[in-house]
């Protein structure tokens, strides 16, 4: 009776143990979801905070020359109509027509535009500076930097769909814009 009286204690004991560490480890796999939705909040909200999701239009082809089906819902547009002929990779020293920024957007490409208004000539170099720069350092993959001097705030991100302007550059609000929003248009190419 001894002998089974410890076989038993030890199959209780191995028994214990592995409900102790199935309680570890479900705890462990609860925490890393815990804090991995945190990271990803953390992470989306930055992302998008203060976009605005703008209602997509039409993505139609207009020939140059044709008249426009309708006024794009935001300005810079977000979507909508536009020429057959893409805008590409690229930062612009003069304004892009809208039409081919546009067909850039459908490509999934991020617009970041500029309006340097009344700054200081030296001033409006230095954004120009950064945003050249910023476009370097990303590799300029499906990103076109452009003036845009009817633009009411001092730079607008646009993506298809998606808005956010401000007055003060912000490369953190800009880069987590670029990431949450690049290569997600309608659209996927490979440019």
Not at 73 to 88: E, I, K, L, M
């Amino acid at each position: 009776m001894g002998r089974r009286a410890r076989e038993r204690r030890r199959a209780q004991r191995r028994q214990q143990q592995r409900q102790t560490w199935l309680w570890i480890g479900g705890g462990a796999v609860i925490v890393l979801a815990v804090v991995g939705w945190l990271i990803f909040q953390g992470a989306s909200t930055t992302a998008g905070l203060q976009a605005q999701r703008v209602p997509l239009q039409a993505a139609q082809h207009v020939q140059p020359g044709e008249p426009p089906p309708h006024e794009w819902n935001s300005d810079p547009p977000t979507s909508g109509w536009h020429d057959p002929v893409p805008a590409r990779a690229a930062v612009y020293l003069e304004p892009v027509p809208d039409p081919n920024l546009v067909h850039s957007l459908e490509h999934g490409y991020v617009i970041i535009s500029y309006n340097c208004g009344d700054l200081p000539q030296e001033d409006c170099d230095d954004l120009v500076s950064k945003l050249e720069d910023l476009f370097a350092r990303l590799g300029g993959f499906k990103l076109i930097v452009v003036p845009r001097p009817t633009l009411e705030s001092r730079i607008a991100l646009t993506a298809w769909g998606w808005i956010d302007k401000f007055d003060e550059y912000d490369e953190e609000r800009i880069v987590a814009f670029i990431n949450a929003r690049r290569d997600k248009g309608p659209e996927d190419t490979p440019e």
